[in-house]
T-cell receptor, first 112, second 115 residues
């Protein structure tokens, strides 16, 4: 089964609003990563947060990690039409840090 | 970051045939990964390919169905053998890259439709 489950499965917001996506996982991790995929194309790496970190920022992206709850969130502020994509969390396990397991993904639509 | 290309970008194949997908990286990398993404689904790891050794397959994937080659540090191929419509998916390769070898960079994917 998937290591990570994301919610919501789909999210539609107005341009300019903030978008928040959540990811829950099951086992201990080395790090957690967020990726974006546009229209079934290749994945773009957005941000990586290590298990000893609680929050990380990159431009309009903010990622939090709560290892006690085995959950992470991705916040996109001031959304733009170009942010329309699917977003996936992926976890690297302590047992095999090279292998990352993807969550189910959130489909984000930004309405103009 | 590493730049990855895949060939073909898409293909339509008849059931029972085989297709070999190529993955080329612009830098030497130790580990390469092959994923499958079925329509509307997330990515599932097929196998990990290290140069000079046999690929390691995940549960549910076998070498006879998905043979992999890794002849050097910049290239790998995945063959989808004896295809059926259930094999219709996007196939993506990725590499580990960076200072701590933590981030994976993905190719653009190969979109396969089996009729």
């Amino acid at each position: 089964s998937q290591q990570g489950e994301e919610d919501p499965q789909a999210l539609s917001i107005q341009e300019g609003e903030n978008a928040t996506m959540n990811c829950s996982y099951k086992t201990s991790i080395n790090n957690l990563q967020w990726y974006r995929q546009n229209s079934g194309r290749g994945l773009v790496h957005l941000i990586l947060i290590r298990s000893n970190e609680r929050e990380k920022h990159s431009g309009r992206l903010r990622v939090t990690l709560d290892t006690s709850k085995k959950s992470s969130s991705l916040l996109i502020t001031a959304s733009r039409a170009a942010d329309t994509a699917s977003y996936f969390c992926a976890t690297a396990l302590y047992s095999s840090a090279s292998k990352i397991i993807f969550g189910s993904g959130t489909r984000l639509s930004i309405r103009p | 970051s590493a730049v990855i290309s895949q060939k073909p970008s898409r293909d339509i194949c008849q059931r029972g045939t085989s297709l070999t997908i190529q993955c080329q990286v612009d830098s030497q990398v130790t580990m390469m990964f092959w994923y499958r993404q079925q329509p509307g689904q997330s990515l599932t790891l097929i196998a990990t390919a290290n140069q000079g050794s046999e690929a390691t397959y995940e549960s549910g994937f076998v070498i006879d169905k998905f043979p992999i080659s890794r002849p050097n540090l910049t290239f790998s191929t995945l063959t989808v053998s004896n295809m059926s419509p259930e094999d219709s998916s996007i196939y993506l390769c990725s590499v580990e890259y960076g200072t701590f070898q933590e981030t994976q960079y993905f190719g653009p994917g190969t979109r396969l439709l089996v009729l």
